[in-house]
């Protein structure tokens, strides 16, 4: 039981440090409440909370891989490599695509009840 209460109190102090650290993050957290508000106020179903839901962890969720790649590359060299490029560049594309996404899926939910 213990050992639980310690794998969750790291990932809560990697969440805390994250968020701290990375501007993209502290965007992204912006974005959650935004959404979120407007969610409410749209009074969506049950079906599209769970979408939004599940599309907000997820970008979250690359973010932190991402933070993750670009700690464990500076650890690995400062100095400049192309190698050190390609996995901050690559996992940077990850999060952009996955940014792309979650972008049409929100002016799919709410595009049609702003116009409405
Ligand atoms: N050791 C390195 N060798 C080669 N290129 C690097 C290295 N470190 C960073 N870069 C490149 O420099 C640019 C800026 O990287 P940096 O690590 O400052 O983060 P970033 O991409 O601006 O992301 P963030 O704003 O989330 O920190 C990126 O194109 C990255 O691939």
């Known amino acids: ?3 639980y209460l310690l794998s969750f109190k790291y990932a809560l102090e990697g969440i805390i440090l994250a ?13 959650t409440i935004v ?10 179903h049950k079906f ?3 979408i939004l839901i ?11 891989f991402n933070t993750a790649i670009e700690r464990l590359v500076d ?12 996995a901050k560049d690559i996992s940077a594309a990850a999060c952009f695509i996955f940014a ?3 972008i049409i899926i929100g ?10």
């Open 1 to 3: 039981m213990k050992q």
């Open 19 to 31: 968020f701290k650290q990375e501007r993209n993050l502290r965007f992204h957290l912006f974005m």
């Open 35 to 44: 959404v979120l508000i407007f969610g409410l106020l749209f009074n969506l």
């Open 48 to 50: 599209e909370w769970m």
């Open 54 to 64: 599940l599309v907000i962890g997820l970008m979250i969720t690359a973010e932190l």
């Open 75 to 86: 650890l690995y060299t400062e100095d400049f490599h192309p190698l050190a490029k390609q």
């Open 100 to 102: 792309i996404c979650t």
């Open 107 to 116: 002016f799919m939910i709410f595009l049609p009840k702003i116009l409405s």
